[in-house]
């Protein structure tokens, strides 16, 4: 693995940052299969088209938790429950 897959992956990382550890092995784990992705194929698309997915998937995840799914929700709601 070259010097900028590593910088790459790093940035990648850096930006990602949480303070919970297996969300942080997650986001290095992506990090890695992005980059391999970018030197399969040659092209930054395969790497972009993984991620839109992923990213739609979080925000969609975390909709759900804070505000229950239910539709007309009007304001969001703590993961804990308490207003």
Known sequence: MGVAAVVSILLFSLL????????TVGVVVSGLVHVDLFVVTGH???SVLNHGPWSATAVATAL??????????D???PIDGRY
């Open 64 to 73: 759900a938790l804070c505000c229950g799914g239910s539709p007309g929700h």
């Open 44 to 46: 930054l698309t395969a």
């Open 75 to 77: 304001r969001l709601v």
């Open 16 to 23: 990602h940052l949480t303070s919970t550890e297996p969300y």
